[in-house]
């Protein structure tokens, strides 16, 4: 998987450097110069109960489809890296002022008319309407009546969502992203990010993918200039300093 020091200073000529990740100043060597955690949201991408679980509706169906493999990794990967790191990465970003956004891939028609065709036949058959078990936050996210939470008809965060707005009347410009998959929905969330202007971090390892390539390749794009590689250790020693 990518190295978040993956030597980005020697990659860019110095009048590109001070530019990068839409950073106002971008320093390789130190990727949290300027951060302000009050100005800055994790976002939470289907980090939701029909999302994720050896039991749950997404589960399911990428066994139906024959990719056991890939559900078994997800699944030990959440277990073992994504949910541990997320409750660590969550409670210090609520301690520090950052606010939690839970971006839900859910319908809010009857008839899921609403979700893009590719992905509405698993939608409708995990019965993931909003205000409903499946479609709420995971337990580990720790889900908070402060927490803005969005609906999504699609992959990324942003597209048809009022994300971009409540972000921007909040005063956020600064995004940490975590979530699953992070070669799907959380890529298409962050490029989409990217364009819109944010500075941006990836919480690697509060992220996962089905199969270690997939993962390390959504890192590797993500990483080449959409936002910056960061580990929960990363984030941990920087709020630590205070």
Known sequence: MTDPADHRDQLLPPHLAAHWYNAAQFTPSDPWRDFRPQRTALILVDLINWQVGGQSA?????????HDQGADYLIQRCEQVVLP????????????????????LASRHPDYRDIVPALRPYVRAAEAQDGSHAANPIAQANAAPGDLSIIKSGSGAFNGTELDFLLRREGIDTLIYAGVVTSACVLLSVATGFDLGYRQYLLADATGALSDR?????????????????????????????
């Open 214 to 242: 997939d993962q390390g390749d959504a890192e590797r794009l993500i990483g080449n200039y959409m936002a910056q590689i960061v580990r929960t250790t990363d984030l941990m020693e920087y709020l630590n300093r205070g």
């Open 85 to 104: 790191n997320l409750r660590t990465a969550a409670a210090a970003a609520r301690k520090a002022g950052i606010r939690i956004v839970h971006a839900r």
């Open 58 to 66: 997404s589960i399911a169906s990428l066994r139906a489809a024959g």
